[in-house]
């Protein structure tokens, strides 16, 4: 990291990589099935029509909070942030401390920690919003 100009004082810089992938529950990928694909030609929020619907509706439903005009939109949040870096790397010096000082200085439920790329994946794909 440090030789692609990335550095410990901003997990922001860090890549991103895509979900390509849609199958983490089977023992073997067949890569030549479609099924083992997310589809790329849609955003992670309208990979299932459930989600999708979710998103519109929040989109159509907006009201601005403050009334400061601010346009409605899909997606509250970025992709990536520090926590999202931290999360994933959580088992990984600095990123550890960095996980326990965004957390208040106490780690998170046990729960949400990261520990599942099948339940990272669907976290993004259909559960959460």
């Not at 005009?69 to 997606?75: K, R």
Request: hydrophobic share 35%; proline share 6%; net charge negative.
């Amino acid at each position: 990291n440090t030789l692609a100009g990335r550095s410990y004082k901003d997990f922001m810089q860090y890549p991103v990589f895509p979900w390509v992938l849609a199958d983490y529950e089977s023992a073997e990928l067949d890569l030549t099935d479609p099924a083992s694909f997310r589809d790329l030609s849609k955003p992670m929020g309208a990979q299932t029509p459930d989600r999708l619907a979710q998103f519109e509706k929040r989109y159509a439903d907006w009201v601005d909070p403050h009334g400061t005009d601010t346009n409605p939109c899909h997606y509250g949040t970025f992709y990536s942030s520090a926590m999202i870096t931290s999360s994933y790397l959580i088992r990984l010096e600095p990123f550890t401390s960095s996980f326990v000082a965004l957390q208040g200085g106490h780690f998170d439920l046990a729960d949400r920690l990261f520990h599942s790329i099948e339940d990272a994946w669907r976290s993004a794909s259909q559960v959460n919003m």
